[in-house]
Structures are given as structure tokens and as C-alpha cells.
């Protein structure tokens, strides 16, 4: 780990400003991410701006009857939390699926949004990759890629987002809240937050520079049957490969987001209004376009199956 300097903030804005200063600051909280890129020199800030003491560790009622969760909010506290288990389920189950109960206990909500890829060859320094080092190669086109995208990629990078609370949240419409280093502040869409790679893979998302995450809005309860699974290798401390967020109506309207599919929770509402023709139909809508590898061709099968199931679990809630 190289050597930085290193800042404790106390207001919002004192944090962002704080991190434009320095060119390629970064903000620390949990540190579950960060803190290993830093170890293996995949991230090498030269100033930390520590933000665990800020005031953003509550969620509070909205006055149109959602809820706004505190970007320090940590992921055990969020699943945790009565509201969120009665109002929006599939966000808890979401959250209970990731990592561990240790790291759960740590990780917080902003901390999870940005988490960044697992992708084996993002992690081995001794191989090109266009996420770490712009314009190097991607290794994974060509090599071995049971856990990579067959949706949304580029020819320069087909890593997948690697989170689950993202993928709830998406299916939820919520929204993003931040300040910026000037003071000012502005929302956005989870929809517009993650960026497909195109050909920057390592432009991951939308903050400009110093801009800092300081809570997310979820709008005023869905309602009906909410349903979160994950398949993985094995049955805890793993990554998805494929999973299904989904919210169904007793209408037999929907929606539904995948993880494990792409470089950012991926939703396609067209594909939501064939709810009502099958799991099959739904598939094909959001997987249309879908180019694999003789790895990860599984993923197609994979998530027809597992939707599936969610529906028809949709159906017992």
C-alpha cells in the first residue's frame, strides 16, 4: 500500500471540497472495497477524506410517504430496518444476500452503490485491463469469463457490476442524492447512475469529481409481492451470477432487474409489460442482444429459470 495523506470531514460540503482539492482523492467510510484495492494497488489515492463523521446515518420517513436512507447507513441497519422489511422487502433480502454479516456490519449504503467489479482481471495487476488502466486490453474478451456481462458490454470491457442492493434499488426507481464541492446539490436516478462501459470502462458511474453521495430516496412503497434471488457457486460470501429483483402486482403487472448480467443492475421496462405472457417472454426482452462466450452462454438458460421461479414466487406472496 502507497503512502497518502489523510482527512476527517465534518459537513458535506467540507468533504467534497476536500476531495476536489486533490486529484484523485477518494472518500472512505466502511472501507470493505476500497481498502483491498488500496492493499493490492489497484487504488492508489494520495488523500483519504474520512466521512464516518458525518450526520448521515439515519433513515427517516419522507413526506410522501417514502424513505430517505442516510449514506452511512450501514447494509446491516438497512435490512434491519422495520419500514424497509414491511415496505420494501425485496431491498432487505437484497442486502442479506451480499457478503457477510461481519462486512455487512461495516459496509454502508453510498459505499455499496459504488463498489466496483470483481472481475479476476481487474484484481490481477499482472494482466491488462481497460476498468484499471485505461487502454491496456481487456483480458477477459478471450479468456475465462463464467462471471462476466453477456449484456450491455463493449468490446473493451465485459466485467459486471458486482452488487445486490443496486439491483433492488433500481427495481424500486429510487433516486440518489448528492452535494457537490461548490455546496450545491443535486438528484439522481439510479437509472442514469451507473454507466455502461462503452469505451471508458473505467468511468463507473456519474459523480463528477469531489462529488459526494449523501443519501438515497426511495419513493413511497410499491406494494405487492417483492421477491430478491441470487444464484451463486456456493451459498453465502458470493457473487452473483445471476440474480432477479422483481415486484409484481395482483394486476399481474411488474417489474424486474438482473444483476450478473452487465456493468450496471439491468433493466429493461419494455420488457416488464410481457410480465403477464411468462417468465420466458420477460427474458427475452431483457436479454435481447445478448452476446456471450462459450463461459458464461449459461447465463441466458440461467436467468429464464430463475425468473421463473420469482414469478411463481410472486404468486405464494
Not at 419513493?219 to 440474480?243: I, N, T
Not at 420466458?280 to 426482452?285: I, P
Request: charged fraction near 20%.
Amino acid at each position: 500500500m502507497k503512502a497518502f495523506t489523510y482527512k476527517r470531514a465534518t459537513t458535506p460540503a467540507e468533504a467534497a471540497a476536500a476531495a476536489a482539492r486533490t486529484p484523485g482523492a477518494r472518500f472512505i467510510a466502511g472501507g470493505t472495497n476500497l481498502l483491498d484495492l488500496m492493499k493490492l494497488e489497484i487504488e492508489t489515492p494520495a488523500h483519504l477524506v474520512d466521512v464516518n463523521s458525518l450526520a448521515l446515518d439515519r433513515i427517516e420517513a419522507t413526506p410522501d410517504g417514502g424513505l430517505r436512507v442516510g449514506a452511512l447507513v450501514r447494509n446491516t441497519d438497512l435490512a434491519a430496518d422495520a419500514r424497509v422489511r414491511r415496505d420494501y422487502a425485496v431491498l432487505s433480502r437484497a442486502l442479506l444476500s451480499g457478503a457477510s454479516g461481519q462486512l455487512r456490519n461495516k459496509a454502508t449504503t453510498a459505499g455499496n452503490l459504488l463498489q466496483r467489479t470483481r472481475c479476476y482481471y481487474f484484481y490481477d495487476t499482472n494482466m491488462p485491463c481497460n476498468k484499471r488502466q485505461p487502454g491496456s486490453g481487456c483480458s477477459a474478451i478471450g479468456g475465462f469469463s463464467r462471471h462476466h456481462a453477456v449484456v450491455g458490454a463493449s468490446e473493451a470491457c465485459i466485467a459486471t457490476y458486482p452488487g445486490d442492493m443496486a439491483v433492488a434499488m433500481r427495481v424500486l426507481d429510487a433516486q440518489i442524492e448528492t452535494v457537490r464541492p461548490d455546496g450545491g446539490m443535486r438528484t439522481i436516478p439510479i437509472a442514469d447512475f451507473h454507466r455502461l462501459p462503452g469505451a471508458t470502462p473505467h468511468v463507473e458511474h456519474a459523480l463528477e469529481p469531489g462529488e459526494l453521495i449523501t443519501h438515497v430516496k426511495l419513493p413511497r412503497p410499491p406494494g405487492g409481492a417483492q421477491v430478491y434471488r441470487k444464484v451463486r457457486d456456493r451459498s453465502s460470501y458470493a457473487f452473483a451470477l445471476v440474480s432477479v429483483a422483481a415486484i409484481v402486482q395482483p394486476d399481474g403487472s411488474g417489474r424486474v432487474a438482473l444483476g450478473g448480467v452487465a456493468h450496471k443492475p439491468w433493466r429493461v421496462e419494455a420488457a416488464e409489460q410481457q410480465i403477464r405472457s411468462g417468465a420466458r417472454a420477460v427474458a427475452d426482452g431483457l436479454l435481447a442482444g445478448a452476446r456471450t462466450t462459450e463461459y458464461n452462454a449459461f447465463k441466458i438458460a440461467l436467468v429464464q429459470r430463475t425468473l421463473a421461479a420469482v414469478l411463481a414466487d410472486t404468486k405464494k406472496a
